[in-house]
């Protein structure tokens, strides 16, 4: 054995003695107990020793890895197989880490892989629109950033050289959302293999084939370019109680939860890093010096990027008294449907909102406006993307985050009046908003009082994400803990390597 395959016989022997918990091995164990803890440690031995001598080491020795799923049946399995994949990976040259994240790039850009997961993720979860998913995915796969997100600092001086560099926090747990499976699995992986960290998914359940199809697509490939195996893995069956498992496993370095508030509170409880990223509600704004014709199409386009599914999309529109008309006029242009009769308003109430109406009804989650429209009785055609209803600002539609292309129209006196209540209804989750006007001055202060980690100005919201607009592309964008728009560098620790009274040139 060389070094570097004892590392791993060794870890993987650690890996499973300091998962145990306190009362797993009771401090007055009995002579038979610590006879079975004895023979345990020869098994493992021997397996961890097996593991090494069937060729596993990619990066160390040149050799391919087993092409496997990715998928474990226990999520103990799955974390086992990452935590020695992290050992293995470890040895791996920069060179190598860039080889697999391009390889995972170049996996989703095929457009027959592109076709097929966004096809699987629509008819899988019942939400979204296809052609919206695969510039989501195209997206993820093609802007979240590699390597040169990891710019390594350095100061020299008399006292010799610092380095500060990125490095891995090691295994992290990454919790996913059926709002966007893929994408998330995409711009995950690249961005947390990147800064040299092996990744255990816990999908949303109801994403459960087309997350672990992601998760397998990514494992050959990696296999095929000789990666260490299980980089990135899963379990068979996802569920609420595997995603506890993973919170709770000690072998997890750091927890990723992207999704509503329970989940970004379960983690941010964990006593671990944990990076949240959460709900939320976000408003666009409209005053009188807007371009109104543009304001209403980049609404309407953005609310209806994939049925509203994204955190980021424009979940209700405050605007000044002076031009509303003719907005809504424009937005009905541009594919709009007002609903204007009350009994129809309270029919589709009824209809989206959960029985208490503190939410949207999941049935209705990532539905177009057609379908939401058919069940009230109202056909219209495919130009029509988005259900329009003028509501006062308490309306549970403008409150709620609903996830579906609903959107209310509240009217205000002024600016200011719109800045106060968008900072309201958005309710302190720091995520997104929007604004269309050409009045600086005005801009500035709903940025300053909004604190959202993401504001277009005069653009649809998916601007933000870096779908036309400048930007780096994630999908986990991290407002409660701070970590913004989450790249490589969101994944890694912050090192200092200091030679000292040596290698300062100057
Ligand atoms: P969700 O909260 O229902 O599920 C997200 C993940 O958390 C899933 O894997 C789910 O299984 C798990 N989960 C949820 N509650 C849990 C609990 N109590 N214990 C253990 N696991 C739990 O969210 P969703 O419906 O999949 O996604 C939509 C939500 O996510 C929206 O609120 C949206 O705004 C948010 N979201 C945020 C971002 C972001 O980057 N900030 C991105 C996508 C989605």
Do not use: W
């Given at each position: ?46 397996k961890a ?19 496997g ?19 293995q990976?470890?040895?791996?040259s920069m060179?190598?880490?860039?080889s ?27 939400m ?7 510039i ?7 802007k ?9 600092s ?40 990147a ?5 255990v998914?816990?999908?949303?359940p ?18 095929q ?10 379990v ?20 990723v939860?992207t ?10 409880s ?14 666009a ?13 980049d ?7 994939d ?16 031009v509303a ?13 007002l ?10 109430q ?10 949207p ?14 069940q ?19 309306h549970?539609?403008?409150v709620?985050?609903?996830?579906m ?5 509240v009217?205000?006196?002024?600016v ?27 801009l ?5 009082l ?5 504001f ?22 991290a ?17 200092r ?10």
């Amino acid at each position: 054995m060389n070094d570097i395959e004892i590392a791993q016989a060794v870890s993987t022997i650690l890996s499973k003695f300091t998962k145990a918990t306190p009362d797993a091995v009771p401090a007055a164990a009995p002579a038979t107990s610590e006879t079975a803890r004895v023979e345990g440690l020869d098994e493992i031995v021997a397996k961890a020793l097996a593991q090494q001598s069937s060729g596993r080491a990619a990066c160390a020795t040149s050799q391919v890895a087993n092409a496997g799923t990715g998928a474990f049946e226990t999520m103990d399995e799955a974390i086992s197989a990452a935590v020695l994949a992290q050992v293995q990976y470890r040895h791996c040259s920069m060179q190598d880490r860039a080889s697999f994240i391009n390889g995972i790039r170049d996996v989703f850009l095929q457009e027959d892989v592109l076709s097929a997961i966004s096809r699987m993720a629509v008819e899988e979860t019942g939400m979204g629109n296809y052609e919206d998913k695969l510039i989501k995915n195209r997206v993820a796969a093609l802007k979240t950033p590699g390597l040169e997100d990891l710019a390594t600092s350095a100061v020299t001086g008399d006292g010799g050289l610092t380095l500060i560099e990125y490095s891995a926090f090691g295994v992290i747990g990454s919790i996913t959302p059926t709002t966007n499976p893929t994408e998330t699995i995409i711009n995950n992986s690249i961005g947390m293999l990147a800064a040299g960290n092996t990744v255990v998914f816990s999908p949303h359940p109801r994403s459960r084939k087309v997350s672990l199809y992601a998760v397998e697509l990514i494992n050959n490939r990696l296999a095929q370019l000789g990666a260490p195996a299980n980089m990135v893995v899963t379990v068979t069956k996802p569920s609420i109680d595997n995603t506890n498992a993973l919170i709770n496993d000690p072998r997890i370095n750091m927890l990723v939860a992207t999704g509503g508030p329970a989940i970004v509170k379960t983690v941010m409880s964990s006593g671990k890093k944990a990076i949240g990223a959460g709900a939320g509600n976000p408003p666009a704004v409209v005053d009188e010096t807007a371009d109104i014709e543009k304001a209403a199409r980049d609404i309407i386009k953005g609310c209806s990027f994939d049925n509203n599914l994204p955190c980021v999309a424009e979940k209700e529109v405050i605007v000044v008294n002076q031009v509303a008309d003719y907005l809504i006029h424009c937005m009905k242009k541009s594919g709009a449907y007002l609903l204007c009769d009350k009994k129809l308003i309270q029919q589709l109430q009824s209809l989206v909102l959960n029985e208490k109406g503190t939410g949207p009804n999941t049935a209705f989650v990532g539905k177009d406006a057609r379908y939401i429209l058919q069940q009230l009785g109202i056909t219209v055609g495919d130009d029509i993307k988005v259900i329009l209803i003028e509501t006062e600002k308490t309306h549970p539609f403008v409150v709620h985050e609903l996830m579906m292309p609903v959107l209310p129209v509240v009217r205000v006196d002024n600016v200011d009046e719109a800045i106060e209540l968008a900072v309201k209804v958005e309710h302190g989750n720091r995520h997104t908003a929007i604004m269309h006007s050409t009045n600086v001055e005005k801009l500035t202060k709903m940025a300053r009082l909004i604190q959202t980690t993401i504001f277009v100005k005069n653009g649809p919201s998916y601007a933000g994400l870096g779908v036309g607009g400048e930007g780096h592309a994630t999908f986990t964008i991290a407002g409660p803990t701070g970590e913004g728009l989450t790249s490589a560098r969101a994944f890694a620790r912050h090192r200092r390597c200091v030679m000292v009274e040596a290698l300062n040139i100057r």
